[in-house]
């Protein structure tokens, strides 16, 4: 799964909108920066630096598992590229 869409589920899940991200990034008075960085008109994912920004301030953090560690409930995969649904 790519980042920004991490990221978007966990706002969903904690409730959290993008001006209140904003807010506890320091963004009040720019919101928008946070719908740039999630947009898919806008970039294609997020770097590492904007993503651990978005997640810590939500509660969560990035750490790197071997490979063949398997998924627990509430845990995400980040992707680089976005998957695609096979076409018939």
Known sequence: ?????????????EGIGTTRLAEMLGY?????KICDRLSDAKS????????????????YKA???????????GWYEIDSVPTRSAKK
């Open 44 to 59: 294609s994912n997020l770097g590492t630096e904007a993503l651990n920004e978005m997640i810590r301030a939500m509660g």
């Open 1 to 13: 799964m790519l980042a920004k869409k991490i990221v978007r589920e966990i706002m969903k899940k």
């Open 63 to 73: 750490i790197i598992v071997p490979e063949s560690a398997e998924l627990k409930d």
């Open 28 to 32: 009040s008075k720019r919101p928008q």
